[in-house]
């Protein structure tokens, strides 16, 4: 088709093309930069934890006071959770994913290393392997001697150090890449000069909360020490069981010391969901707002389209007595909005860049990727195609007979 005829049909109407363009044009590039965050979201909320997260319960406890025998307690607290029905591991530990508490240590090769090599989580307790349903690749898990004491380790200038470490498979190629981190030495927490034995590795265990970024959400590892005091229990429940053993379970630390309240108790895939609250929120928000753009600009270019065929009707039944047919006219309709379209999304695209620059420097956002460009362009042409549809195949109905009559 010959679109000069259509080039001077649209210098006649800038204002006109010209709005349809910029409409398009921010369409294209606020939609390219919300589904991009929408992906981001969506990624960050589908990562791996490495756990067993539907068989899984937490329980955070506080004391009134301060408990001189906290040791001994939570021995207790630990045998009381193992012994009831339904319960395939307990422990206590530093945290659990998720809840508002982070360990984290750096991590070196070398004794006094000035630059570490990273920054890990760090995980302490006692049968961690097995409570969190963690999955060993290499090597194996920590053997009864291996454990420290967390009081005794927690003693005015105590000497005492963990002597075994368990890595996760990123810190593990991170640290030693092409090489097995079993046997190899690393200096991370409390190691007084005296280094942690890697004695296994594990497939994934997440980090408790977002230090160090998307790429780092590995970067974790397990230190060998039991009866840790700081009021956290998880245990790992056989299927089908997990509300009935969380409930006998707060009952048993409640009967073992009146002296404590319980801050949060719940299903582990319930700490994921009110984590990630925030994620999904806005995610729909980003949503509605590129449905809201695109039925807005659906819109434009229907009226748009609709007030030319209304403008025009005189010389389209000029070109039907001439012998244009029906499809013609549908397809010079439809190439107009083309051209409109395809100049907005160019700009469109520029402008999408320029958005995503902006938030590479306020809120350390990843840069856009290249494949978003496209795919907001084929998603705008569509559009445009589907919104001018209606309007020009009533400008094709237009009858020849039409051009004989007076304006």
Not at 183 to 205: C, M, T
Not at 266 to 274: H, K, L
Not at 308 to 329: D, E, N, S
Request: charged share 20%; glycine share 6%; aromatic share 6%.
């Amino acid at each position: 088709m010959d679109i000069r005829p259509i080039l001077s049909t649209l210098s006649r109407h800038k204002t006109a093309a010209s709005l349809i363009v910029l409409e398009i044009a921010l369409s294209c590039a606020i939609i390219c930069n919300a589904v991009f965050l929408i992906s981001q979201r969506l990624e960050r909320m589908q990562r791996p934890t490495g756990m067993a997260d539907s068989e899984l319960v937490r329980i955070n406890v506080a004391g009134i006071g301060e408990d001189e025998n906290a040791g001994a307690l939570v021995k207790q607290d630990i045998a009381a959770l193992r012994n009831l029905p339904g319960v395939e591991a307990a422990t206590s530990l530093n945290h659990v994913p998720f809840d508002n508490s982070s360990w984290n240590s750096s991590i070196s090769l070398q004794p006094e290393q000035p630059m570490p090599n990273l920054n890990s989580a760090v995980y302490l307790g006692e049968n961690l392997v097995h409570t969190l349903g963690l999955r060993i690749v290499e090597g194996r898990d920590f053997k009864p001697d291996e454990y420290a004491d967390w009081e005794a380790l927690n003693e005015p200038d105590s000497k005492l150090t963990v002597p075994a470490a368990i890595l996760t498979r990123e810190v593990a190629e991170k640290l030693f890449p092409g090489e097995s981190a079993i046997g190899k030495n690393i200096y991370s927490w409390n190691s007084n000069d005296a280094p942690h034995r890697v004695v296994g590795v594990v497939e994934r265990l997440i980090r408790p909360n977002d230090n160090g970024g998307p790429a780092e959400s590995g970067y974790s590892m397990l230190l060998p020490v039991h009866n840790v005091t700081m009021g956290r229990f998880a245990l790992r429940t056989e299927p089908g069981r997990r509300a009935e053993v969380q409930k006998a379970a707060v009952a048993a630390l409640e009967r073992n010391s009146a002296r404590r309240i319980i801050l949060r108790e719940g299903p582990f895939t319930e700490v994921i969901e009110t984590y990630y609250r925030q994620d999904r929120s806005m995610a729909w928000l980003l949503v509605a707002v590129c449905i809201a753009l695109l039925v807005v600009t659906a819109l434009g270019i229907v009226g748009l389209a609709s007030f030319w065929v209304q403008q025009r009707t005189k010389q389209i039944g000029v070109r039907r007595a001439l012998g244009a047919t029906r499809a013609q006219i549908l397809r010079y309709f439809q190439t107009e909005n083309f051209l409109l379209a395809t100049l907005g999304i160019v700009l469109g695209m520029l402008l999408a860049y320029a958005i995503n620059q902006l938030l590479m420097g306020k809120y350390e956002l990843p840069r856009l990727p290249l494949l978003y460009l496209p795919v907001g362009a084929v998603a705008l042409w569509l559009l445009g195609q589907i919104a001018v549809y209606w309007p020009a195949r009533r400008a094709a109905s237009v009858p020849p007979a039409l051009a004989t009559r007076s304006v």
